[in-house]
């Protein structure tokens, strides 16, 4: 571009001079200022390629960050199904367990069902006037040497306990009713024998152990009661068992009863939670 703009001037110099150059020189030169002007500007002209590689760059670094947050979300995903996958097996596994628990508990409810009827049958078989009276009898005396040593409070209420199974023993006693009296003055000789036993075991071992009771024990919650897995007060609930509920004492451990409820559950209860199941209407005094 600069040899055109001189042209104009090169071209009176050139006039000036015109006994030693042609004008065909003049022009030739002319041509070839153009010439190179044509060339300058195609050398320049691959500018408009350096944009278009600009917006492919940026293209594909934009597609590379869409991969990248694919690849982070199936991750996401795949850990998502991970947790799920674990959580559905913990939970086949929790219904597993308590399936094998229902089980336990009906075969449980079968055995004391079983025990409470053998005891039934062995009672009324044994049900005469003078077996009656020889068992009130005794549960009466021992329930009397009881009675010169001081009770703890959960002692206090099982003494009450048995001391109103002994009165409807007695109750049944004088209408003729031997099987009834010998079940309900065997019931309270368990009672006894639970505070004797617990009694002793303190002052020897302070670990308690579980001990069946020899005849299983009707009882009814005389409040609302915590059932629990386990003896304790730190013992994982399994339900509340409103006031009046039935139950059947078949164990002891210490102050806490191992019960099954009317509806087949399996659990320990504080035993000063229950009470004897004594009919409307029976004295619940001890003659």
Same mark, same amino acid.
């Given at each position: 571009?600069?040899?055109?703009?001189?042209?104009?001037?090169?071209?009176?110099?050139? =006039?000036?001079?015109?006994? =030693?150059?042609?004008?065909?020189?003049?022009?030739?030169?002319? /041509?070839?200022?153009?010439?190179?002007?044509?060339?300058? &500007?195609?050398?320049?002209?691959?500018?408009?390629?350096?944009? /278009?590689?600009?917006? $492919?760059? !940026?293209?594909?670094?934009?597609?590379?960050?869409?991969?990248?947050?694919?690849?982070?979300?199936?991750?996401?995903?795949?850990?998502?199904? &991970?947790?799920?996958?674990?959580?559905?097996?913990?939970?086949?596994?929790?219904? !597993?367990?308590?399936?094998?628990?229902?089980?336990?508990? &009906?075969?449980?409810?079968?055995?004391?069902? @079983?025990?409470?009827?053998?005891?039934?049958?062995?009672?009324?078989?044994?049900?005469? !006037?003078?077996?009656?009276?020889?068992?009130?009898?005794?549960?009466?005396?021992?329930?009397?040497?009881? *009675?010169?040593?001081?009770?703890?409070?959960?002692?206090?209420?099982? &003494?009450?306990?048995?001391?109103? $199974?002994? /009165?409807?023993?007695?109750?049944?006693?004088?209408? @003729?009713?031997?099987?009834?009296?010998? @079940?309900?003055?065997?019931?309270?000789?368990?009672?006894?024998?639970?505070?004797?036993?617990?009694?002793?075991? *303190?002052?020897?071992?302070?670990?308690?152990?579980?001990?069946?009771?020899?005849?299983?024990?009707?009882?009814?919650?005389?409040?609302?009661?915590?059932?629990?897995?386990?003896?304790?007060? *730190?013992?994982?609930?399994? +339900?509340?068992? =409103? =006031?009046?509920?039935?139950?059947?004492?078949?164990?002891?451990? +210490?102050?806490?009863?191992?019960?099954?409820?009317?509806? +087949?559950?399996?659990?320990?209860?504080?035993?000063?939670?229950?009470?004897?199941?004594?009919?409307? +209407?029976?004295?619940?005094?001890?003659?």
């Amino acid at each position: 571009m600069t040899l055109l703009r001189q042209a104009p001037r090169l071209y009176r110099y050139l =006039k000036m001079r015109q006994e =030693k150059i042609s004008a065909r020189v003049v022009f030739v030169l002319i /041509g070839m200022n153009i010439a190179a002007c044509s060339n300058i &500007q195609k050398v320049h002209s691959p500018a408009p390629e350096a944009t /278009g590689s600009f917006h $492919l760059t !940026r293209e594909m670094a934009q597609f590379e960050f869409g991969c990248s947050n694919l690849r982070a979300e199936r991750e996401a995903q795949q850990q998502e199904i &991970q947790r799920l996958q674990k959580l559905l097996a913990e939970k086949e596994a929790y219904i !597993r367990s308590q399936e094998v628990r229902q089980q336990d508990q &009906q075969k449980t409810l079968q055995e004391t069902s @079983d025990r409470a009827a053998h005891a039934q049958v062995r009672l009324r078989r044994l049900a005469t !006037r003078p077996a009656a009276a020889s068992t009130i009898a005794e549960v009466e005396m021992v329930m009397e040497n009881l *009675k010169s040593s001081s009770f703890t409070d959960s002692e206090l209420i099982l &003494q009450i306990q048995a001391q109103r $199974l002994l /009165g409807a023993a007695a109750t049944a006693y004088t209408v @003729d009713n031997y099987a009834a009296a010998m @079940d309900y003055a065997s019931q309270a000789r368990e009672f006894i024998n639970m505070m004797r036993s617990n009694r002793a075991r *303190k002052a020897s071992d302070p670990h308690h152990v579980t001990v069946l009771f020899q005849v299983p024990i009707p009882l009814r919650a005389s409040v609302d009661s915590k059932l629990r897995e386990k003896p304790g007060l *730190k013992a994982r609930i399994l +339900g509340v068992l =409103k =006031k009046e509920s039935i139950m059947t004492a078949e164990a002891y451990r +210490g102050e806490w009863l191992q019960i099954v409820t009317a509806d +087949g559950r399996s659990g320990w209860i504080f035993s000063t939670l229950v009470e004897a199941q004594v009919p409307h +209407g029976v004295e619940m005094v001890a003659k």
